[in-house]
């Protein structure tokens, strides 16, 4: 029996639309009132199953497994109550061994977009709020810890390649970036969260370009929007000026565009100066790029994006490429 053919405890429904979105009942927590409700599918209708600020216990779950649902789901106009439970609930849900590692890993990436998205989406006139820069912060090293378990990475690495939106491609770069600077002895371990947070944030000064100049090839800008468009990096940094940012958060956000020919921008720094983390964000960065598609290209495959950056290895460090390849092997990413 699927979902869709099972009973419904509630004769309340609604029609299918788009905004609803399964959750694995191993991931609801029980609780006195809740923040959003939960829903039964029927065919191509939702039904109610416990409304917004009733209870779920375990005698909700046991009539779940008695029913043999693997699927809730919670209307996408909560997606925003939802969020804020994972975050709440992260570090629990990640430690819970009950609960398979894709879909713990799954957990982790739906929560850490949802929280980059405000960051990416939201006006910053003041610069980001400190309430969404501790938010990422604790979500990034509540990821960490999860990055560390045996198979975390073939299931985040599957996660995090999807999408095109900024968020998801800074998702992309801090996860990656986590995987190419663990346990290189140029990348001290106390300092990797700084790190991966700077990765999350490199691209945030693009919240200021005009759209219509994100849209467009960078090669084919004339000078004076590809200075605006270049700028993005010190503007990350002044969006970020009255945060607790430490110098590698820093560093990430200005230099990420610098290459160790001194071809890069803003300053042109050469490599023998960057430190290997700037550098392994550089290779990172521009790995995840060019495998997501822009408006005005199609994504490449991991071969022909990792071809590309051969084709310009004096641009990238050597051994950041030869971290990132091994990390993509391991994730089972196809590399040749």
Not at 12 to 18: A, G, I, K, L, N
Not at 118 to 136: D, W
Not at 203 to 216: A, E, H, M, N, Y
Request: proline residues 6%; hydrophobic residues 40%; contains cysteine.
């Amino acid at each position: 029996m699927t979902d869709a053919d099972r009973p419904a405890p509630d004769s309340s429904s609604t029609q299918d639309t788009e905004g609803f979105f399964p959750v694995s009942p191993l991931m609801i927590r029980n609780w006195s009132k809740g923040r959003f409700a939960l829903y039964l599918r029927q065919g191509n209708s939702y039904v109610l199953y416990t409304s917004k600020g009733d209870a779920f216990t375990d005698a909700h779950r046991r009539k779940l497994d008695d029913m043999g649902v693997l699927l809730v789901y919670v209307d996408g106009a909560e997606r925003g109550a939802y969020a804020s439970y994972l975050l709440e609930n992260l570090p629990d849900l990640l430690l819970d061994e009950n609960i398979p590692m894709e879909q713990r890993g799954e957990a982790w990436y739906q929560a850490s977009l949802m929280a980059l998205r405000r960051v990416f989406e939201e006006r910053l006139p003041k610069g980001l709020a400190k309430r969404r820069f501790a938010e990422i912060s604790e979500m990034l090293r509540t990821g960490m810890d999860f990055f560390s378990r045996n198979g975390a990475l073939k299931q985040v690495a599957r996660m995090v390649s999807r999408g095109y939106k900024s968020y998801h491609h800074s998702l992309g770069c801090a996860v990656l970036t986590y995987f190419v600077c663990a346990g290189s002895p140029k990348v001290d371990p106390e300092r990797l969260h700084a790190v991966c947070l700077g990765a999350l944030l490199h691209d945030l000064g693009k919240t200021l370009v005009p759209q219509d100049i994100l849209d467009r090839d960078p090669e084919t800008l004339p000078l004076g929007e590809r200075e605006k468009l270049r700028a993005h990096a010190a503007a990350g940094v002044a969006l970020c000026a009255h945060l607790p940012m430490e110098r590698e958060t820093v560093n990430c956000i200005l230099l990420h565009h610098e290459r160790v020919d001194g071809s890069g921008y803003p300053a042109g720094v050469p490599g023998e100066v960057q430190p290997f983390y700037v550098k392994a964000l550089a290779v990172c960065d521009t790995y995840d790029n060019l495998t997501r598609p822009a408006p005005w290209r199609p994504a490449r495959t991991p071969y022909e994006a990792l071809r590309y950056m051969k084709m310009h290895k004096d641009c990238f460090d050597v051994d950041a490429m030869r971290r990132l390849i091994s990390v993509l092997s391991g994730a089972e990413v196809p590399t040749q």
